[in-house]
C-alpha cells in the first residue's frame, strides 16, 4: 500500500500565506502525479486546487491560478503548495492525492492523505 501523510494546515488571517506538505511512503514503485484537492464542509465534491506530473507539469484550479504553487520531489516521493494571498473562500479542508503504483499489486491506483484543515479568518 501507498500512505500520504499531509502537514502544514492551519489558520491564517486574510492575505497570509500556508505552505502545505505531502510525503507518499510505503510499498511505492512510481507516482505518476500527485496533487492537492480541498473539500468545503458540507460540500460532498472534492475540488481540484493543483496537480503535477512526475515530468513536472503542473494544472491548477481556476480560482487559485497565480496564487498557488505546487511543486515535487521526486526523490522524497513528496510534493507541497505554497499558497499566498489566501482569502475566506479557501478555507477547506486540503488532501493529498497520488496516482501511483505500489510493489505489491500491477497497475496504477488513486491514494488520498487523511486531509489538513486550511482556515482563513480574521
Known amino acids: 500500500q501507498v500512505h500520504l501523510v499531509e502537514s502544514g494546515g492551519g489558520l491564517v488571517q486574510p492575505g497570509g500565506s500556508l505552505r502545505l506538505s505531502c510525503a507518499a511512503s510505503?510499498?511505492?514503485?512510481?507516482?505518476?502525479?500527485m496533487g492537492w484537492y480541498r473539500q468545503v464542509r458540507g460540500n460532498q465534491q472534492r475540488e481540484l486546487v493543483a496537480?503535477?506530473?512526475?515530468?513536472?507539469?503542473?494544472v491548477y484550479g481556476d480560482s487559485v491560478k497565480g496564487r498557488f504553487t505546487i511543486s515535487r520531489e521526486n526523490a522524497k516521493n513528496a510534493v507541497y503548495l505554497q499558497m499566498v494571498n489566501l482569502t475566506p473562500e479557501d478555507t477547506a479542508v486540503y488532501y493529498c492525492k497520488a496516482v501511483a503504483s505500489n510493489t505489491v499489486v500491477a497497475g496504477y491506483s488513486d491514494y488520498w492523505g487523511q486531509g489538513t484543515q486550511v482556515t482563513v479568518s480574521a
Open positions: 496537480t503535477v506530473t512526475s515530468g513536472f507539469t503542473p
Open positions: 510505503g510499498s511505492v514503485r512510481h507516482i505518476h502525479a
